[in-house]
């Protein structure tokens, strides 16, 4: 247990030897994952989003939402689903952080938004 433990940690000296010899600094940072897997999870988060706005969908018809709840559902899956997408996808910090915050700053409208409807219920 304790040869395994000294491995380890001589192992992790060593990489951390070889990231100092190579420069390698934050802003030259490299998308860790391979095509195929960022392919695969890009895909799967776009499927997984419109299968949870199909249900939305069937869930709020059969409720019979009014409309401003409608936009919320949807607005929220919507955000939710391209957030993640942006996120796998790998975008650097100078062009995600606005997006983000974009998407937050409509996330906060829809989720605090208040009509007279809401009130009067």
Known sequence: MATDTKAAISALDM????????????????????????????????????????????LLWRSGAPPHQVLRVFGVITILGFSALLLVVGYNNEQLTPIVGLFGAIAGYLLGKDSKTNKDE
């Open 15 to 58: 990489a951390q030897k070889a990231i100092d010899q190579a420069q390698v600094s934050p802003t030259t940072w490299v998308q860790p994952w391979s095509k195929d897997l960022v392919q695969f999870l890009s895909i799967g988060i776009l499927g997984f989003s419109c299968v949870a706005l199909l249900m939305a969908t069937a």
